[in-house]
C-alpha cells in the first residue's frame, strides 16, 4: 500500500482528499496556497484532536523543505487561523533538523500545561517552542517558564530543557530585550522563522555532523566570549567545502584527474534541482514520498526507505564519475528498502541500483583512501550502444545497468 493510500486508508473518512491529490498529482498539489491544503483536509478546521489537523500535519511531513519555506510567508501574509497553520509548519522545520517533535495545542488548555510544541533533541536537550507570528506586543514570560516548569513536573521534560520563542519577524530587538531583563533570560532563546528556514535548507546542503552544531546553537548560552559562535561557523564552513567536494571526487588516475579539471564545475543549484526531480520521481514509483534527510540523502517519513542520490556530468571521456561515500552507506543500510541513485545531467533517466547490489560490488572498486577521508569510485560508461554501463575498474569488467532504469 503507498504511504498516500495508507493516509487515506487510516482516516475516519470515506478517503483523504489531501493524499489522494498528492498520489494523482504531486505537482498540481505544491502548486495550492497553504490555506487551500488545510481547506481540504476533513472539514478544513484546525482543532486539537481533529481529523483536520492529522491529515494536515501528515501533509507536511512529506513535502519538500523549499515549500515549506513558502507556507512560513503565506502565514505570515495572514489568514484566518493562519497561526495554527504556522505553528504546524515550525513544528515540521523541527523535524526537519532532526528533532523528535510532539506537536503542541493551538489555544490555551484550561486543564493541562499548554505548549506549541516540544522538541527532543538525540543528546537528550529538550526545546519547549512557542511560535509567534510578531513581537508587536509583549510576551508573557512567567506564564512560558510555568509551563516548563510544569513539564518538569510532569516527566515530559528534564532540567536539561529550555524554551525557543519562534517569532516571524527579523526584528525582535523589543522582545530580546524583555528576554534579557527578565530572570528567565538563562532559560528562553529568540529566533526568526526566516532563520530557522535558513537553518534547514543549510542542514539539507551539508553533512550530517552539521545537526549537532545547529542543535548547539539553540542552546542558551552567554555571549561575551565569542569563541562557541565562531567554532560553530567554521565547523557548518568545513561541513560545505567537504559536501562540495565529494560531488568532485578525485579520480583513480591522474590523467583522468587533469582531464577532469579543465572543465567547468557544475552550479550546485542545478545539481540540487535535479536530485529533488529523481527523488520526486522515485517517490512516486514506490509510492512513498521521500525528503532530504541532508545533503544527497533522502528518505520516507518513517525511514524505511532511503535513497542516496549523487549526479554527475558528462566529462570529455563520455562516462559520468561518482564517489560513494561510508556514511551513504551506513545511511542506506539501516533502510529497509534502500537505494544508490546515479543521475545524470544530460540523460533522461537516472540508475537505481539496490543497496544489496552496491554491496557485493564494493569489494571491486577502486577507492580513494587517506587520514582525511575515503570513498569508493564509480564509473559509468556509455557503450556504442548507447546504453550505460558500470566498470568494474579492478577487472576490467562491464555492467550493464538498463535494470535499474527510471525515466524522470
Not at 510544569?150 to 519577524?169: E, F, M, P
Not at 565529494?246 to 579520480?251: A, F, S
Not at 526531480?277 to 520516507?300: C, D, F, H, Q
Not at 564517489?323 to 544530460?346: N, S
Request: hydrophobic share 35%; aromatic share 10%; with cysteine.
Amino acid at each position: 500500500m503507498s504511504r498516500a493510500k495508507q493516509m487515506a486508508h487510516e482516516s475516519d473518512s470515506p478517503g483523504n482528499p489531501v493524499s489522494l491529490l498528492l498520489e494523482s498529482s504531486p505537482e498540481q498539489a505544491y502548486a495550492f496556497q497553504v490555506h487551500q491544503i488545510v481547506s481540504i483536509c476533513a472539514d478544513g478546521r484546525l482543532t486539537d484532536s481533529s481529523e483536520c489537523s492529522r491529515q494536515f500535519r501528515g501533509f507536511l511531513r512529506i513535502a519538500p523543505s523549499h515549500k515549506l519555506v513558502d507556507y512560513v510567508s503565506q502565514c505570515l501574509e495572514g489568514f484566518e487561523r493562519s497561526g495554527f497553520v504556522l505553528q504546524d509548519v515550525v513544528n515540521e522545520l523541527g523535524r526537519r533538523l532532526d528533532y523528535r517533535v510532539v506537536d503542541g495545542f493551538y489555544q490555551g488548555r484550561a486543564k493541562g500545561i499548554g505548549h506549541d510544541g516540544i522538541w527532543y533533541g538525540k543528546d537528550e536537550y529538550s526545546l519547549i517552542v512557542e511560535v509567534k507570528t510578531s513581537d508587536a506586543y509583549r510576551i508573557n514570560l512567567d506564564r512560558i517558564a510555568k509551563y516548563r516548569e510544569d513539564l518538569i513536573k510532569a516527566g515530559t521534560v528534564g532540567d536539561n530543557s529550555s524554551v525557543l520563542l519562534v517569532v516571524g519577524r527579523d526584528d525582535t530587538g523589543d522582545l530580546e530585550a524583555q528576554v534579557r531583563g527578565s530572570r528567565h533570560a538563562w532559560r528562553v532563546r529568540i529566533i526568526s522563522i526566516e532563520a530557522l528556514t535558513r537553518l534547514v535548507l543549510l542542514k539539507e546542503r551539508t553533512d550530517q555532523s552539521t545537526v549537532k552544531k545547529i542543535h548547539e546553537l539553540f542552546v542558551p548560552f552567554e555571549y561575551t566570549r565569542l569563541d562557541r559562535i565562531i567554532d560553530i561557523a567554521f565547523a557548518v564552513a568545513e561541513d560545505t567545502t567537504s559536501l562540495l567536494e565529494e560531488e568532485d571526487p578525485e579520480q583513480a588516475s591522474e590523467e583522468d584527474a587533469r582531464e577532469i579539471r579543465k572543465q567547468i564545475h557544475t552550479p550546485r543549484k542545478i545539481l540540487a534541482e535535479l536530485r529533488e526531480r529523481i527523488a520526486m520521481r522515485l517517490g512516486t514509483r514506490e509510492g512513498i514520498p521521500l525528503v532530504n534527510k541532508g545533503s544527497v540523502l533522502y528518505w520516507n517519513p518513517d525511514a524505511n526507505l532511503r535513497a542516496a542520490i549523487s549526479v554527475s556530468k558528462r566529462y570529455a571521456h563520455g562516462g559520468y564519475w561518482y564517489a560513494y561515500h561510508p556514511r551513504w552507506h551506513a545511511f542506506l543500510k539501516d533502510g529497509r528498502k534502500a537505494f544508490y541513485v546515479l543521475g545524470c545531467l544530460d540523460r533522461s533517466e537516472a540508475y537505481v541500483i539496490p543497496f544489496n547490489w552496491v554491496n557485493d560490488l564494493l569489494p571491486s572498486l577502486h577507492k580513494t583512501e587517506n587520514e582525511s577521508r575515503m570513498y569508493w569510485h564509480i564509473l559509468l560508461e556509455e557503450l556504442p550502444s548507447g546504453k550505460l554501463a558500470l566498470q568494474d575498474l579492478k577487472h576490467g569488467r562491464k555492467e550493464e545497468v538498463s535494470q535499474f532504469k527510471m525515466s524522470i
